[in-house]
């Protein structure tokens, strides 16, 4: 492989990549619009619209792999307005450069009415489910070589917007009261985005994972209580106190507000059993998840570390 590899998008699975790939010693451009991302000697923050294919074909000289990062605002419109003509420009400067273009996905897919695994019919319609059924398919219809690594609900280091991010661990290390969105105990697979960013690294450098779709490896499912409460212990703050938030009262309310409708039409996810399995891709991959305790404990020091350089700011 080159020395030099490509991140498009900052949130916390391209900055996460980006940080991995440099400390093994890889080149890294980060591509973002306002030219984002976490420092690193060997991380190149450029201000570049991936959807421009002539900025990106530029800023792409002389790569061997893509890890196509960037999101849209959360609802279907925003998706499927952006999200197919970037994957589009992304694959068409890939195919130029003989690179290969590491995707990370979601289970929105899926039909999830048992446990998920690799094998499975990714042909979800409709909404956002649909949008991501049908890039996988244009993924697997290009002759650009490409991998998709699928996740559940993030977790970790740089997770700020999620179930599991701010809503949840800075409140809970602080000992107060949380809400969590259709059953606290019902199991739900949780993927801590190092472990997503170490599976796209691994599987970049593999051909012989190329063209597939893997599952990011991601420990038992769990359930939002036991994850709280292990954010808790990890925070030496005490048993996590969690209270729940209707599905139903999401469909009221998404009657009359666009964003909780947008987060209502997800809300299956938290009322029945939501569990992934990634065996297969472990083996694959020679990887394991991170066991909780550790993936907690590496949690909570990321969210003190922010809130000591937000007090200090």
């Given amino acids: 492989m080159s020395d030099l590899e490509i991140v498009t998008g900052a949130g916390p699975v391209g900055a996460t990549v980006a940080l991995q790939l440099a400390e093994q010693g890889t080149a890294v451009r980060l591509l973002t619009r306002s030219g984002s991302g976490p420092q690193h000697p060997l991380v190149e923050r450029l201000?570049?619209?991936v959807s421009d294919p002539a900025a990106l074909r530029a800023a792409s000289e002389g790569a061997t792999a893509v890890y196509h990062c960037i999101h849209a605002a959360y609802n279907a419109a925003a998706w499927e307005r952006e999200l197919p003509a970037a994957e589009r420009v992304v694959l068409d400067v890939a195919a130029d450069l003989g690179a290969v273009v590491v995707f990370p996905?979601?289970?929105y897919a899926y039909n999830s009415e048992t446990t998920m695994t690799e094998n499975d019919p990714r042909t979800a319609s409709?909404?956002?489910r649909?949008?991501?059924?049908a890039l996988l398919r244009a993924r697997a219809a290009?002759?650009?070589p490409t991998v998709s690594v699928v996740a559940s609900d993030f977790f970790g280091p740089r997770v700020i917007s999620a179930h599991a991010g701010a809503r949840m661990v800075p409140k809970v290390?602080?000992?107060k009261k949380i809400r969590v969105v259709g059953s606290a105990d019902t199991?739900?697979?949780?993927t801590y985005v190092p472990d997503l960013a170490r599976a796209m690294v691994t599987a970049a450098h593999h051909r012989r994972l190329w063209n597939t779709v893997l599952h990011a490896p991601t420990g038992p499912a769990l359930t939002q209580r036991r994850i709280a409460e292990a954010f808790a212990h990890a925070g030496g703050a005490r048993t996590a106190r969690v209270g729940v938030l209707p599905a139903w009262i999401l469909d009221a309310l998404g009657t009359v507000d666009s964003d909780t409708r947008e987060l209502a039409e997800m809300s299956y996810q938290f009322t029945k059993p939501f569990v992934m399995d990634s065996g297969a891709s472990e083996i694959a991959l020679g990887l394991e998840p991170t066991p909780l305790d550790q993936a907690a404990a590496e949690t909570v020091a990321w969210w003190r570390a922010e809130q000591a350089r937000t007090d200090a700011a």
């Fill in 142 to 144: 290009s002759n650009t």
């Fill in 173 to 175: 290390m602080a000992g």
């Fill in 126 to 128: 409709g909404g956002k």
């Fill in 47 to 49: 201000h570049v619209d």
């Fill in 105 to 107: 996905e979601s289970l």
């Fill in 187 to 190: 199991p739900h697979s949780f």
């Fill in 130 to 133: 649909g949008i991501r059924a």
